[in-house]
């Protein structure tokens, strides 16, 4: 079965630029999670959905921020206007509400903004 | 109250040693305490997990220790191998919500 799919792995932006970056969740699960990894704050929960609905979006920086999940099987975040400080890895990561919490991890997308 | 405080931040250790990451939370509804590992340029992935009415638990060369009344947990990993080095992070939620709080993480490094 096919993991947690993440597209684009890698994108270099310019500051100023509308970043989208897409998720796929493994068939069958019913939350989806948005994180952000830097050095300096670790891994940042910024938003999850159960069902297609956002349960919690305390962790989303700023109004620039924003995520969408039109469906089960698909997800975006987008960044507009996107800044240097935004340059980290966004990790989606999907979990079946009945399975005790396990979470699974795709393999990030990689953001650089300059 | 929310956060899970990991340490240390980094750790050597000579190949067949035992390495010991440690956690520390305060919120006493936290009721799942998974550690997850990282390899590089890959997402992290769960490890192993204990809820805390068991005070151990152990699977292959990986246990996690559990004080509840500490609210402390670590994770051990015995006969360390150079295959282990990698990023940990242990993590903690409740059971009515799927939100994962992670610690800072922890990279080991374990030399031959």
């Known amino acids: 079965d096919a993991g947690v799919i993440q597209s684009p792995r890698h994108e270099v932006t310019e500051m100023g630029q509308e970043v989208t970056l897409r998720c796929k969740p493994i068939s069958g699960h019913n939350s989806l999670f948005w994180y952000r990894q830097t050095m300096m704050r670790g891994l940042e929960l910024l938003i999850y959905f159960n069902n297609n609905v956002p349960i919690d979006d305390s962790g989303m920086p700023e109004d620039r921020f924003s995520a969408k999940m039109p469906n089960a099987s698909f997800s975006t975040l987008k960044i507009q206007p996107s800044e240097p400080r935004d340059s980290a890895v966004y990790f989606c990561?999907?979990?079946?509400?009945?399975?005790?919490?396990?979470?699974?991890f795709g393999e990030g997308s990689w953001l650089t903004v300059v | 109250q929310q956060q899970v405080k990991q340490s240390p931040q980094s750790l050597i250790v000579q190949k067949g040693g035992i390495s010991i990451i440690n956690c520390a939370y305060e919120?006493?509804?936290?009721?799942?305490f998974p550690w997850y590992q990282q390899f590089p340029g890959k997402g992290p992935a769960l490890l192993i997990a204990?809820?805390?009415?068991?005070s151990e638990k152990k699977e292959g060369r990986f246990t996690i220790s559990f004080n509840k009344s500490a609210k402390q947990f670590s994770l051990h990993i015995m006969d360390s191998q150079p295959g282990d080095s990698a990023t940990y992070f242990c993590a903690a939620s409740t059971s009515n919500t799927d939100k994962l709080i992670f610690g800072t993480g922890t990279r080991l490094q374990v030399f031959p």
């Open positions: 204990i809820r805390p009415d068991v």
């Open positions: 990561a999907s979990s079946l509400r009945s399975s005790g919490n396990t979470i699974y």
């Open positions: 919120n006493t509804a936290f009721d799942y």
